[in-house]
């Protein structure tokens, strides 16, 4: 479970530096990121996620948040949009 805390703020952390909106998907729910009550609630290893980022650091944010979450090994794909 550390490890998923580590995740978890790495994730919430590496988001709070961009102003695009950054949005995880996983299965009917949307949780906001920037919020690691959010992300304690919903981010689990085996599960796949979807990422949605709007705004103007966009691009900037898809890269970073692609490799923050391929560095804890969480299955994710990035939405186009």
């Avoid at 906001?32 to 689990?44: A, C, E, N, Y």
């Avoid at 979807?50 to 966009?58: I, Q, Y």
Wanted: hydrophobic share 45%; glycine share 4%; charged share 20%.
């Amino acid at each position: 479970m550390s490890s998923n805390n580590a995740a978890i703020v790495d994730i919430a952390q590496t988001a709070g530096q961009f102003n695009s909106s950054i949005v995880l998907q996983a299965d009917n729910k949307y949780i906001d990121v920037k919020s690691i009550l959010g992300l304690f609630t919903t981010l689990v290893s085996s599960q796949s996620y979807e990422l949605h980022v709007h705004g103007a650091d966009a691009e900037e944010a898809k890269k970073a948040m692609t490799e923050v979450f391929a560095k804890h090994g969480l299955k994710f794909t990035v939405v186009a949009e």
